[in-house]
């Protein structure tokens, strides 16, 4: 005799990480490179070097005066 309580079987010891679906993507088809996607014009984002130095003046200067 087998008096084992109603025990389901085969059930995941986590169920939380049990796979719902499943998906399969088509290898067949391929997107564009990224390189074809990106867009950026001559000379653009050359004046980020000289904002990041004046910020960083103003943040030292406001360092040395707070610490005097």
Do not use: H
Request: charged letters at 25%; glycine letters at 2%.
């Amino acid at each position: 005799m087998n008096d084992r309580k109603d025990e389901p079987q085969n059930v995941p010891l986590n169920p939380a990480l049990k796979s719902e679906t499943e998906t399969v993507y088509d290898t067949k088809v391929s997107s564009r490179a990224p390189i074809e996607t990106a867009s950026a014009r001559e000379n653009e984002g050359e004046g980020w070097p000289v904002i990041w130095l004046v910020v960083t003046a103003v943040c030292v200067v406001l360092a040395i005066y707070f610490l005097i």
